[in-house]
């Protein structure tokens, strides 16, 4: 089994950053994409950043410019640098990995549990 593991969720003002970071662990034989969702209370979850194994990035509009995502492969590790949070970017911010176990000859998608972020005054 795969483990992903969210931190650097918190309460910040408008204006403020934060940094998530999402490790992986388990049996784990190769990482392809990762990506960040969020899910905001009675709203669906969405895809806000995601990432290739070499580097290509994606953002959602409302994000880009704002938001950096980045990861360490030797780490198993995906980040994203929040800049200048508003109120509208508070969610509970999910990461996503597609990952090969020693088990499995295809990729398969994993969660994380999930880590609050509340932009507040």
């Known amino acids: 089994q795969v483990q992903l593991v969210e931190s650097g969720g918190g309460l910040v003002q408008p204006g403020g950053s934060l940094r998530l970071s999402c490790a992986a662990s388990?049996?784990?034989?190769?990482?392809?994409?990762m990506a960040w969702y969020r899910q905001a209370p009675g709203k669906q979850r969405k895809l806000v950043a995601a990432?290739?194994?070499?580097?290509?990035?994606n953002y959602t509009d409302s994000v880009r410019g704002r938001f950096t995502i980045s990861r360490d492969n030797a780490k198993n590790t995906v980040y994203l640098q929040m800049n200048s949070l508003k109120p509208e970017d508070t969610a509970v911010y999910y990461c996503n990995a597609d990952v090969i176990t020693a088990y499995t000859v295809t990729y398969h998608s994993y969660w994380g549990q999930g880590t609050q972020v509340t932009a507040s005054s």
């Open positions: 388990g049996s784990i034989r190769s990482i392809n994409a």
């Open positions: 990432i290739t194994k070499g580097g290509s990035t």
